[in-house]
């Protein structure tokens, strides 16, 4: 059976933080490691853009968050991990999906939404500030995963909607050119993985600027630790456990049976200044050999450039070069010699069998054509010899004459296919004669 292809991308507009690791890379290398799986992990750096425009932030980030997911045991060689901007073919496909894609729809999409009810809020007209790249963001997003047929997309919740609408998109291309170009890409939601609480208790996000970064040194790690938000109970005092910041962050770090016994001195009366270094260590421990890792990656940047380089360099030869190759053709942006060929198989009805005529003109000169209904697909020039023009007829009837030859005795006739395409024409339906014997 084909692998299940499980694809996610990861925008590269910030540093990676805890919240990062135990949500999305942890789980991602965990399930990269299951055979039956085909893991497309990627840098989403278009989609970078949209919220940030330093670009030496995007570079930087791009860079860290590579070197995060490396650190943390990706393994490049046994999945794909690229970067997108190294993949043309998702820019062009972009604008296909773009030409099948309701407006209507984008303009229900939360992101997009959630920035013109600001604007309403603040009496501001509804786009303002909002770029067409914000917009866009779901249809890029759509062509990241369509273009792979990617049957699993793991993310988290607020990023379903888009998964919704890729399936959408994908939808209505297949509608709208008549076959089925792209697999319905499913989401999936992992419920076991960890939402970490940030330093002020909410989400652990870039957007609250409330995050750990995952390789701060560990003096930053245990000042930033130190400065979480907690309840006032003195030592001594028992604390809850559910919405408890520091007891959330170390299970997320700890086996099973030591989340519990730390839970329990929690209730205990562990006070929180102990319970913060505890959970220092915990966290100091499991990041610290995947820090020296990153650290070394950091400082040779070209490593990880040929990484990137590599898997674009093979992925685009395997998937996304014939895949576009076939969506060119799909949409009809393809070669003028091929499109009357297919046009003369869709156009004309199939009992339609084209034929070789030859034939006399007024000239008094002799001549052949290969018809088809009422099209012309080849004329020949004028011979003075009704021999020589028969022996071209006979020639061409028994196949096996290729453009090259006939080239000379042929001329160009308005809104024809090419002679290769009118021969290959005819050699189908002798195919087909022969087939139906
Ligand atoms: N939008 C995703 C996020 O911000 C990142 C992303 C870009 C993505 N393209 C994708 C995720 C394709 C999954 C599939 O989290």
Redesign the pocket.
């Known amino acids: 059976m084909a692998p299940t292809r499980v694809?996610?991308?990861?925008?590269t507009s910030g540093t990676p933080h805890l919240g990062n690791y135990a949500g999305a890379i942890r789980p991602a290398i965990l399930s990269s490691q299951d055979s039956g799986t085909e893991a497309f992990y990627?840098l989403?750096d278009y989609?970078a853009l949209i919220k940030a425009q330093d670009p030496a932030l995007v570079q930087r980030s791009t860079l860290e968050i590579a070197a995060a997911w490396l650190a943390c045991g990706l393994d490049p060689s046994k999945v794909w991990f690229y970067r997108?901007s190294d993949i043309p073919e998702i820019p062009e496909l972009t604008w296909f999906l773009t030409c099948s894609t309701g407006k209507g729809m984008l303009n229900r999409a939360h992101a997009y939404k959630a920035a013109v009810d600001v604007n309403r809020d603040r009496g501001e007209d509804d786009d303002d500030g909002v770029t067409a790249g914000l917009f866009m963001?779901p249809v890029?997003?759509a062509a990241?995963?369509l273009i792979f047929d990617?049957n699993k997309?793991?993310?988290?919740r607020?990023?379903i909607q888009?998964?919704e609408m890729a399936r959408d998109i994908a939808l209505r291309f297949n509608h709208n050119y008549d076959g089925s170009y792209f697999v319905l890409p499913e989401v999936v939601i992992d419920e076991q993985v960890a939402t970490l609480p940030g330093l002020d208790g909410r989400k652990m996000s870039k957007s609250y600027n409330n995050t750990i970064p995952l390789f701060a040194s560990s003096k930053e790690l245990q000042k930033l630790i130190a400065g979480i938000v907690t309840d006032s109970r003195l030592p001594g005092e028992p604390k809850d456990i559910d919405g408890n910041s520091i007891y959330e962050l170390y299970a997320a770090f700890a086996s099973a049976d030591d989340a519990a016994a730390f839970a329990a001195s929690l209730q205990g009366g562990l006070g929180w200044g102990d319970a913060k270094k505890q959970l220092f260590e915990l966290i100091d421990r499991v990041v610290s050999p995947m820090r020296q890792k990153y650290e070394s990656l950091i400082a040779n940047p070209s490593e990880i450039e040929a990484i990137l380089l590599d898997n674009a360099a093979r992925l685009r030869e395997k998937f996304t070069m014939p895949k576009m190759r076939e969506l060119r053709s799909a949409v009809g942006i393809r070669s003028l010699d091929a499109r009357p060929v297919e046009a003369a198989a869709d156009d004309v009805p199939v009992r339609v069998l084209p034929v070789i005529k030859q034939y006399r003109e007024k000239d008094g000169r002799f001549y052949f054509k290969l018809t088809q209904g009422d099209a012309v697909l080849l004329q020949s020039i004028a011979f003075a010899d009704p021999k020589a023009a028969g022996e071209w007829v006979s020639r061409i009837r028994t196949g096996g004459i290729d453009m090259d030859t006939l080239g000379p005795v042929v001329e160009p006739v308005a809104d024809a296919p090419s002679v290769e395409a009118a021969l290959d024409v005819l050699a189908a339906a002798q195919r087909e004669k022969d087939a139906q014997g």
Do not use: K, N, S
């Open positions: 694809l996610t991308g990861i925008t990627f989403a989609h997108q963001y890029l997003m990241d995963i990617a997309v793991p993310v988290g607020d990023q888009h998964i």
